[in-house]
């Protein structure tokens, strides 16, 4: 995905998303999460439906911190976006990339209304 999309594109996407959000034109049901017994990490998988762009999507995430020791990355995840009218998988996407760009764009959407104008 890096090199496809930008954050200047994370930033009017998300800001839209938070609109729509807000209007309860996004369903986002609450999350599911597995806590493995040894408390090495865990996984949540996060569905949204968003009428406005018909896409129905799922991320399935998993976080473990010792990961790194093991050369892999500490959080891992999949976003399975579906055609909201039809049902239909139209793309499997590797969301690590993603999840970063949206939480930084999600701070610059709260900086951009909640920080002071003259600061």
Do not use: Q
């Not at 806590?35 to 995430?61: H, I, S, T």
């Amino acid at each position: 995905m890096e090199g496809l999309v930008g954050m200047a594109e994370a930033l009017e996407v998300v800001e839209e998303a938070f609109r729509l959000h807000g209007l309860g034109e996004i369903a986002t049901p609450r999350r599911v999460v597995l806590n493995p017994k040894d408390g090495r990490g865990w996984f949540a998988a996060m569905p949204a439906y968003a009428e406005a762009w018909r896409a129905l999507a799922v991320k399935a995430v998993a976080s473990y911190p010792e990961n790194p020791s093991r050369g892999l990355p500490t959080i891992s995840a999949l976003t399975l976006y579906v055609d909201g009218e039809t049902g239909v998988p139209l793309a499997l996407l590797e969301a690590g990339y993603l999840t970063g760009l949206r939480t930084g764009a999600a701070g610059g959407i709260a900086a951009k209304y909640l920080a002071r104008h003259e600061s």
